[in-house]
């Protein structure tokens, strides 16, 4: 069965750019998770969509966004990039919410200059 | 003082040592215990999942809770240089409101 894809892999962006990551479930799971990834920060918490609705969000600012569409693949954005914005962003999924065991995909490294 | 506590390492061992890796919370609603292992430039992937306290063993590997302590850990058996990675823990409560991460501790096992 394959796993979680994220596309892209890689990307570098300049400040105040936009961008949009892209995340697709394992077949058969509902619920997906995005985290962002930093070296001193660690793993965050950033929001958590099912049937296409945002069940909980971490304390990002609005500039970060997500949505899910009904084929349960979702999307996030991220508006008027920030250095700070540079990370590892990570996707997981679930069959539903509350399924605590969650399968990651490989990530997207942003690099903003 | 963050919720999980995780010492980044690196834990450098030989080749066939147990290791132990521990992290501590303070969030006592805290009842789903996981353990992931994260090599270089790809995602988490789960290896261990508890519920409340108690010990579970997979193979080479086994997870311990005490809730009492709020303390966790994950020992690896006859260590391998394939074990070689980062190691994350990670727990959430009842009704999953978000996974919460320690920040890893650096594996590093010599031949």
């Known amino acids: 069965k394959a796993g979680v894809t994220q596309t892209p892999r890689y990307l570098i962006k300049t400040r105040g750019q936009q961008v949009t990551l892209s995340c697709s479930p394992i077949?058969?799971?509902?619920?997906v998770s995005w985290y962002q990834q930093t070296p001193g920060q660690g793993l965050q918490f950033l929001f958590e969509y099912f049937s296409e609705t945002q069940r909980n969000k971490g304390n990002f600012p609005g500039r970060f966004s997500g949505r899910q569409f009904s084929n349960s693949r979702s999307e996030m954005n991220v508006s008027t990039l920030e250095l700070g914005d540079s990370a590892l962003y990570l996707c997981?999924?679930?069959?539903?919410?509350?399924?605590?065991?969650?399968?990651f995909g490989p990530g997207t490294r942003l690099t903003v200059l | 003082q963050k919720e999980v506590e995780q010492d980044p390492g690196p834990l450098s061992v030989p080749e066939g040592a147990i290791v132990s890796l521990n992290c501590t919370y303070s969030n006592s609603a805290f009842q789903y215990f996981m353990w992931y292992r994260q090599y270089s430039r790809k995602g988490p992937e789960l290896l261990m999942y508890t519920y409340s306290s108690g010990n579970k063993e997979d193979g080479r590997f086994t997870a311990q809770v005490d809730k009492s302590s709020k303390y966790i850990s994950l020992f690896i058996r006859d260590s391998q240089p394939s074990d070689s990675a980062t190691y994350l823990c990670?727990?959430?409560?009842?009704?999953?409101?978000?996974?919460?991460f320690g920040t890893g501790t650096r594996l590093l096992v010599s031949p």
């Open positions: 990670a727990m959430t409560n009842t009704g999953f409101q978000k996974l919460v």
């Open positions: 997981a999924s679930s069959l539903v919410p509350g399924n605590n065991e969650q399968f």
């Open positions: 077949s058969g799971h509902r619920s």
